[in-house]
Each structure stands twice: as structure tokens, then as C-alpha cells.
């Protein structure tokens, strides 16, 4: 089994930052890329950023404000988030394209963290 963890969420001004940081642990062979989903209330799951090697894609709505990096030693993602704006107030899932060590490969998601944009 895999598990996904996510921290780093919280209230922050418009304007402001925030990083949200994701480690996998368990069964792992291999991990082929991570990334972040949003979803805000009403609204369906949206995709943010990933990583995949030295590949980075963003949605557009974040791209020039969004940082993804990946510690492949700690198995872990970290999205810097600048310039925050109420927009980007939603649940933020960490997910990964895991091989475990039975040779599974599966997506893996976390379970969520708050960011809420807000003055």
C-alpha cells in the first residue's frame, strides 16, 4: 500500500504565498511523476502541476505564480504558490503515478489540504 501526505495549507492574504509540500510512502518500486489537483467548492477537480523528471506542466491560470519541485530522495512534492488570489481558494490533492513493489502500477491521491485565499 502507498500513502500520500500533504501539509502546508492554510489562510493566507491575497498577494501572499504559500507552500504546499506531499511525501509517498509504502510499497514503492517507482514513482513516474507527481503532482496537484484542485477543487473548489461547486466547481469539478481541476488539474495544477506536475512533474514528471525534469518535465514541469502547469495549468494556465497558474503558470508564472506556481513552482512544482521534487525531492526524488524524500519521495516528496512541494508546490510554491506566489501572488495568490482569491481564485485559488480550493482543496489541494497531492496525486502520483506509483509502480509498487508488486510491480502495480496505480495513481495514488492524498487527502486534501485547504488553502483559502482571503483577506
Known amino acids: 500500500q502507498v500513502q500520500l501526505v500533504e501539509s502546508g495549507g492554510g489562510l493566507v492574504q491575497p498577494g501572499g504565498s504559500l507552500r504546499l509540500s506531499c511525501s509517498a510512502s509504502g510499497s514503492i518500486f517507482d514513482i513516474y511523476f507527481m503532482g496537484w489537483y484542485r477543487q473548489a467548492p461547486g466547481k469539478e477537480r481541476e488539474f495544477v502541476a506536475r512533474?514528471?523528471?525534469?518535465?514541469?506542466d502547469y495549468v494556465d491560470s497558474v503558470k508564472g505564480r506556481f513552482s512544482i519541485s521534487r525531492d526524488n530522495a524524500k519521495n516528496t512534492v512541494y508546490l510554491q504558490m506566489n501572488s495568490l488570489n482569491p481564485e485559488d481558494t480550493a482543496v489541494y490533492y497531492c496525486n502520483a503515478d506509483v509502480t509498487t513493489t508488486a510491480r502495480v502500477r496505480t495513481w495514488y491521491w492524498g487527502q486534501g489540504t485547504q488553502v483559502t485565499v482571503s483577506s
Open positions: 512533474i514528471t523528471g525534469d518535465r514541469t
